[in-house]
């Protein structure tokens, strides 16, 4: 009976992981395929020119892919150091997303406020060369989101230093429409825009964050469960 429990954790545990084996293949080949193509998918914070869209996937998908190897291989080979350091991976993950969480909501003005003056700093290198990536960010994203600047249109005045707009803060876009102060531009900034996309969103971005969750205490039990019965077996073995 104890050998029946043993083996339907150690193949639940296999197929949990091997599902997030494969969901960290997945990530880190967007995250790869997004590195190649670039363009729209640069970061739009001069402050870490490195957290851009491409290298957040391929960093989640890594971290995915290795927790999830060690979860298999200490699952199917019942290695009790495989399973032990997977349950570690996972607790130390959720701890580090749990300080984040913490940190965030307690100095959630002052993050706001720092990421609206980055932003803002970003704008700068709009037009300067090697900077393709950030321009074609924002592009999409004026011309996705019907929005203009990080407040409003008045951020391109200050950071190009003349009454110039990207044509994409158009409301009827066309070549150099932008130029023209009589069109019409998009009132909203693109940063109250994402506000109010997660304000309305909340609900099922708090649906993920919990299934998350759930998913890692799982994996945790089902790990640290495994490892104790094959601790009791050999223990048992040995006398």
């Known amino acids: 009976m104890a050998r029946g429990c043993v083996c339907c954790v150690k193949y639940m545990l296999f197929l949990f992981n091997l599902l997030f084996w494969l969901s960290g293949c997945g990530l880190l080949g967007v995250g790869v395929w997004l590195s190649v193509s670039q363009g729209s998918f640069a970061t739009l914070s001069p402050s870490f020119p490195a957290l851009s869209a491409a290298n957040l996937v391929v960093t989640l998908g890594t971290v995915v892919m290795v927790t999830g190897f060690l979860g298999c291989l200490g699952s199917i080979k019942e290695n009790k150091c495989l399973l032990l350091s997977f349950f570690i991976v996972l607790l130390i993950i959720l701890l580090a997303e749990l300080i ?140």
């Open 100 to 239: 984040l969480l913490i940190l965030f909501f307690v100095y959630t003005d002052k993050v706001s406020d720092n990421a609206r003056r980055d932003l803002k700093d970003g704008l700068v290198l709009y037009n300067t060369d090697n900077n393709a990536g950030l321009r074609d960010a924002w592009n999409t994203i004026q011309e996705e989101w019907h929005c203009c600047g990080v407040m409003n249109y008045n951020d391109w005045y200050a950071a190009l230093q003349v009454s110039v707009v990207p044509d994409t803060c158009c409301q009827t876009i066309h070549a150099g429409c932008g130029r023209n102060a009589s069109n019409t531009f998009w009132t909203r900034g693109c940063y109250e825009k994402v506000e109010e996309w997660l304000d309305d969103n909340k609900h099922l971005l708090g649906t993920i964050a919990m299934c998350v969750l759930v998913i890692q205490l799982l994996g945790m039990a089902f790990s640290m469960t495994l490892y104790q019965q094959i601790h009791r077996a050999a223990k048992k073995y040995e006398a």
